[in-house]
């Protein structure tokens, strides 16, 4: 029995490994996510600026970053859940800039007012 037990254990662990690297693979362009939230405005090789409007309670499904910075135009307050399940809240301040090293992320917007960003993400140095 006890061996029965390890392999459901075995098993179940590898599940969930596989299901977490599926669902960190199928993370993509936060305009593709979420288009109803984010809205390309700029783009050239260097830079890709985007505003992403969360209604109260929009969510937006995981998707990932390259190492950006985020401008607050309208504050309030976000949830947001990284891939291995941890999330946290976050009180966003209108004019407060916030960098953020890449990442793979959902969020959700859980305060009852609107929040609205400006979204500026970093690409490579074309190489000379």
Same mark, same amino acid.
Do not use: C, W
């Given at each position: 029995?006890?061996?029965?037990?390890?392999?459901?254990g075995?098993?179940l662990l590898?599940?969930?490994?596989?299901l977490?690297t599926v669902q960190? &693979?199928a993370a993509?362009?936060p305009?593709?996510? $979420?288009?109803?939230?984010?809205?390309?405005?700029?783009?050239n090789?260097r830079?890709?600026?985007s505003e &992403?409007t969360?209604?109260? $309670?929009?969510?937006?499904k995981?998707?990932?970053?390259?190492?950006?910075?985020?401008?607050?135009? &309208?504050?309030?307050k976000?949830k947001?859940?990284?891939?291995d $399940?941890?999330?946290e809240e976050a009180e966003?301040q209108?004019?407060?800039v916030?960098w953020?090293?890449?990442?793979?992320h959902k $969020?959700?917007?859980?305060?009852e007012s609107?929040?609205?960003?400006?979204?500026?993400?970093?690409?490579e140095e074309?190489k000379?």
């Open positions: 029995m006890n061996r029965h037990i390890r392999v459901i075995s098993f590898v599940t969930s490994a596989f977490l960190v &693979a993509q362009d305009a593709k996510v $979420g288009p109803d939230i984010y809205k390309v405005v700029f783009e090789a830079v890709r600026v &992403a969360f209604k109260p $309670g929009a969510k937006i995981m998707h990932s970053h390259p190492d950006h910075f985020v401008y607050p135009l &309208a504050g309030g976000l947001i859940t990284r891939p $399940g941890k999330s966003v209108p004019g407060k916030m953020m090293a890449a990442e793979t $969020g959700q917007n859980v305060g609107e929040v609205k960003l400006l979204v500026v993400e970093l690409k074309p000379k």
